[in-house]
Structures are given as C-alpha cells and as structure tokens.
C-alpha cells in the first residue's frame, strides 16, 4: 500500500478553497477533475498545479 493517498477536496470545493490562497492567480481546470477517493491507486488521475513559464530562465519555484 505504499505510496497512496486520498482526494477528499474536489471540483468547487477546491477551486473555492484555492481562492483563499494569497498571492495564487485564479485556478482554473484544464479538464475533467477527478471526485473523491478513498484510496487513490497510483495509476489513477490526480489534481496538480502548475506555474506557467514565463521563459525567464529562472528555476521554477526556487526559494517559493
């Protein structure tokens, strides 16, 4: 069982929650968001952000 995890916040819920993070741009879902599991298998989809490149060369999210 090593490496599972659960997904308990999802769809509106975690936009709204992500909302509240300050500093974080708007987020918004390029595809279909996955609803809750218990027992997340490691093939299975799961949600991630990701910084878009600005191409300034820099390490993305060094000292963040």
């Known amino acids: 069982m090593c490496g599972r995890f659960v997904t308990f916040t999802v769809g509106d819920d975690l936009r709204d929650a992500?909302?509240?993070?300050?500093?974080?741009?708007?987020?918004?879902?390029d595809g279909h968001l996955p609803g809750q599991r218990w027992n997340v298998a490691p093939t299975m989809p799961v949600v991630a952000l990701a910084r878009p490149d600005h191409g300034d060369g820099g390490d993305a999210g060094a000292g963040d």
């Open 18 to 29: 992500l909302s509240d993070v300050p500093g974080l741009a708007p987020v918004a879902a």
